[in-house]
């Protein structure tokens, strides 16, 4: 499970990355390389959530629960197994 610290700064480095300029290259990169990883583990999952008559589609990881694509983002995050570089 991902700590607040960890949650905050994906969403905040999520939510940085849509604005012009916001994110650094380091960090746009460090979760571009990360996603990729992600979208080939078994471990992401998708769900569906009927909410006012439009299924909304969610993608977490089922090993530590992590949203994804906001957790990449987080430098402090560490992938719980092990698949992320260092």
Known sequence: MPSLKEIAEGWINYVKDKQPNGLSDEMKEMSIERAKICKQCPSLTLSETKFMRKVLYKFKCAECGCGFPMM???????????????
């Open 72 to 86: 990449t983002y987080s430098k402090s995050k560490k992938c719980p197994k092990g698949k992320w570089p260092q």
